[in-house]
């Protein structure tokens, strides 16, 4: 029996994805399996690993059931995860505690003085402040713990029993692929030089490369082949990149989920505000990862469904589709609603996660539709602001590859080209991330010499949105009005979340 089916796996941040495909990328089945997010106070965030496996040992032998595909057919598997995540653990993989997932951002002082130390603007989602919040707070478990990894680190590990960095994933944590380091002088400068020697960095390997085959346990839960080869993947979003058909300089990757991160291949990197992370060769040898992204997206209609829609689950139709049909029927700016998008802080271009999302117009006018269409509108606004730092660095924006939630709305995806401006290409597999896996795992079993070969071979775009010129000139005068609000009210909201912080007991 040929061994002609390649296996991508997104492990996201709602729950664990998995496609089959063939050797041409065509999805052969897919299935889903969420998790949990816990949220034990505003700006926190965190999942248990164990939940993580449940969740693609579920999605795993539910797509194999579905599609009938015998696991000896099997060739390669990859994962594509989020990122920054921080996984505090044991040699043999055990958790001391839950991970702290990307969205948690609980380290806005750590990241302050970080930049007051190496004047290094950190993201609080990223991994130093994370680790030096952990090492300030909870100082049993830094100490417990052997390795210091991220959720696609430990996957690997529970998936081939290696103890491995990848230089995709690592990008964020410092590691410099052509000088094959991390910033130790940067950690020694924060206070963690001690960290350095519990990260996994037994072995490297960059995004494609073969690490080896399941072990017999995992292989056996999963209800595959022991044979089965495990390539290297990395972050959700620049594996999604792939997935997306980009492949090279020229076009943006939007890859939209619970947060939307737009991406650019490029020669040199664009920003600088930190430099530890600029990360050479991480994706594609030779190219940079320029990106800009908005920490709340997805995450924030997920919530209106679940607070505001609860009376539209279990009907006929999902509540998005009848959400969509009610605000397609409404004027551009929902009668005045302007939403911003920071529910979680902001990442680009601010770096503020002391600020939270608002929304400003409600009348006794308002509906349910109106706020829903407001809140596309108010991420679409967010989104545009990412592409026009790119433009502002000299790279014209003139396609934008989508993939994700926002990609199967067609009312959300022409309100983004005509905020932006811009036409929208949409892969004819929504699962970029899924795709984007199956293509590393192409390259590592040798289906393929390169990503670029195996992308430009297995994505297809099927649907394109061109901006409505009208429509534009109508966005183009409220999205001036949603840039204006963090210069004008920054100050404010950043004193009143702290002064709610104040209030909170124990603070």
């Given amino acids: 029996m040929s061994r002609d089916v390649l296996v991508g796996i997104d492990g996201g941040t709602g729950g664990v994805r998995v496609g089959l495909y063939g050797l041409d990328g065509r999805q052969l089945g897919f299935a889903s399996t969420d998790y949990r997010t816990r949220h034990e106070q505003p700006g926190w965030a965190e999942q248990s690993p164990a939940d993580w496996w449940s969740a693609l040992v579920a999605s795993m032998r539910e797509v194999m059931a579905k599609t009938g595909v015998p696991k000896e057919r099997i060739l390669a598997l990859a994962t594509g995860t989020t990122s920054c995540s921080v996984v505090l653990c044991k040699r043999d993989g055990t958790p001391v505690r839950d991970c702290l997932i990307w969205m948690d951002v609980r380290a806005s002082r750590e990241v302050i003085d970080i930049a007051e130390r190496t004047g290094e603007k950190l993201s609080a989602e990223w991994m130093p402040g994370k680790l030096l919040w952990l090492k300030r707070h909870e100082r049993e478990h830094y100490d417990e713990a052997e390795v210091f990894c991220e959720y696609q680190d430990w996957l690997t590990h529970r998936l081939t029993g290696v103890w491995s960095i990848n230089v995709n ?46 072990t017999p346990e995992a292989a056996d839960e999963l209800g595959l082949d022991p044979e089965t080869l495990v390539a290297q993947g990395g972050i959700d979003s620049s594996i999604g990149v792939l997935g997306m058909g980009v492949c090279g300089p020229g076009h943006v990757a939007l890859i939209t989920g619970s947060s939307n991160l737009a991406m650019l291949l490029v020669e040199e990197p ?32 997920r919530w209106f469904r679940r607070e505001f829609c609860r009376d539209l689950e279990g009907g006929a139709e999902s509540p998005f589709d009848v959400l969509n049909r009610e605000a397609g029927k409404l004027p551009i700016g929902s009668d005045g609603l302007v939403v911003l998008d920071y529910w979680q802080g902001n990442r680009h271009p601010h770096l503020d996660f002391n600020v939270r999302g608002m929304i400003y117009g409600l009348s006794l006018h308002h509906t349910r539709a109106h706020l829903y269409r407001a809140l596309m509108e108010g991420i679409a606004y967010g989104t545009e602001n990412l592409l026009r730092q790119f433009r502002e660095n000299g790279v014209p924006v003139r396609e934008v590859n989508v993939a994700g939630g926002t990609a199967n709305s067609d009312l959300f995806m022409q309100i983004h080209a005509d905020v932006s401006n811009t036409a929208f290409n949409v892969p004819a597999d929504h699962q970029a991330v899924c795709l984007g896996a199956a293509i590393c795992a192409a390259k590592a079993a040798g289906v393929y010499p390169s990503l670029q070969d195996g992308t430009r071979a297995m994505v297809r775009i099927a649907k394109r949105y061109e901006p409505i010129p009208g429509n534009h000139e109508r966005y183009k005068a409220i999205f001036e009005q949603y840039r204006r609000i963090y210069p004008e009210f920054g100050h404010w909201m950043r004193e009143t979340t702290e002064l709610y912080m104040r209030s909170r007991p124990g603070h």
């Fill in 270 to 301: 664009l920003f600088h505000e930190a430099t530890i992370n600029l990360g050479p060769d991480n994706l594609l040898k030779g190219y940079y990862t320029s990106y800009r992204g908005q920490v709340s997206s997805g995450s924030i209609m």
């Fill in 169 to 214: 994933n690592s990008v964020n944590w410092g590691y410099n692929a052509r000088e094959g380091r991390f910033a130790e002088e940067f950690y020694e400068a924060i206070g963690l030089a001690d960290a350095v020697a519990k990260f996994p960095k037994d072995r490297v390997f960059a995004v494609g490369d073969p690490i080896g085959t399941l």
